[in-house]
């Protein structure tokens, strides 16, 4: 897990209901990676990704990759409020459970992960602000 008590404490939550709905997403492991800290310098709103490329991953972390069980995160994450972050985990869990859909567009695949985390776990992801970041109610998933 993450080295980050308030975040990580949003990941476990927010992991042990999606594994209470979808039994398999208990192997999923969550790492800060350096390609996600590029991605958020060049892209602000990127936080995480799936399907990591970095040719640094070591052969359990590409095992991970091709399982659908490996989520990548920037460690700019650390300073997200927790909804933000609840919010990301389950998209990018959508992309887990919808699968790497390489032939399809980028704004298909960014659907895709939304539409699959509604019709497996009952979330709604919300874009919120004038940022239209991406988002949870805490509610949804139980918490307060
Ligand atoms: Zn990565
Ligand atoms: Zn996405």
Known sequence: MLQSPNSNRVIKR???FAARKVSKLKRVKHRFCP???????????????????????????????????LVCWAHAMKSLPAHRVAGICLHEIGHLLAGPHDQDSRFT?????DVAVLGALGVEIKYIGKNNDNAIDLRQIGER
């Open 14 to 16: 927010v992991m042990a």
């Open 35 to 69: 390609l996600a800290d590029m991605e958020h310098n060049l892209h602000r709103r990127q936080y995480a990704h799936t399907y990591c490329n970095d040719p640094k991953l070591t052969p359990e972390e590409k095992e991970l990759v091709k399982r659908r069980q």
């Open 109 to 113: 695949q960014e659907m895709a992960a």
